[in-house]
């Protein structure tokens, strides 16, 4: 069973704080992916990485920075965090770009 | 740019009864339609999906069809359950792309 999990499942931060949330998936997976979720948005892509030390921007990257030092391991940082970065990320991996997308539970992230 | 639009937002039915989501995709490049069930807590969690080359898979009471030409999916419950009941995203990709468009996703109530 693929397995996807993800540091913490629910966070508060005060404003100007750097967060980091951190993915880890155990299935050998190339692709890692970074999503937000927000109710009438759907889930939206803010980063994904196709290898290890390789990043690429989403849809919304602005305000993230991501890391994948190891293949199995992807991390988010919020650099400064803000309250409008307040939302549901979720994580998740596959192993092709036509594949099904494995997902970790979520964080819900509170930025006070 | 690529979207998929999703409907309805919100589908209420009765235990035993049928729903039926559709989604709408704009990329006619796109050939691979993932659908995801995402329970309350959990992240979303793959129930079904349709590759261009068919035109409707059924898996017991799910099932999915798509319409290339309209570039229309559906996904269809019969014999609804109370445990159907939870938010539904469909979503599409294509051969090449690292990305997939997710909907908008559509919240499912069953009354039992």
């Known amino acids: ?112 | 740019g690529e979207n998929v639009e999703q409907h309805p937002s919100t589908l209420s039915v009765q235990e035993g009864d049928s729903a039926v989501i559709k989604c709408t995709y704009s990329d006619s490049a796109s050939n691979y339609f993932p659908w995801y069930k995402q329970e309350l807590g959990k992240g979303p969690q793959l129930i079904i999906d349709i590759r261009s080359n068919v035109g409707e898979k059924k898996d017991q009471r799910i099932a999915v069809t798509l319409n290339k030409t309209a570039k229309h999916f559906s996904l269809h419950i019969t014999e609804t359950q109370p445990e159907d009941s939870a938010v539904y995203f469909c979503a599409a990709s294509k051969r090449g792309g690292f990305k997939t468009i997710f909907g908008a996703g559509t919240r499912l109530f069953v009354k039992a």
């Open chain 1, 1 to 112: 069973d693929v397995k996807v999990t993800q540091s913490s499942r629910y966070l508060v931060k005060r404003t100007g704080e750097k967060v980091f949330l951190e993915c880890v998936q155990d299935m050998d997976h190339e692709n890692m992916f970074w999503y937000r979720q927000d109710p009438g948005l759907g889930l939206r892509l803010i980063y994904f990485s196709y290898d290890v030390k390789m990043k690429e921007k989403g849809d919304i990257p602005e305000g993230y920075s991501v890391s994948r030092e190891k293949k199995e391991r992807f991390s988010l940082i919020l650099e400064s965090a803000s309250t409008n970065q307040t939302s549901m990320y979720l994580c998740a991996s596959n192993p092709g770009a036509e594949d099904t997308q494995y997902f970790g539970p979520g964080t819900r992230l509170t930025v006070l």
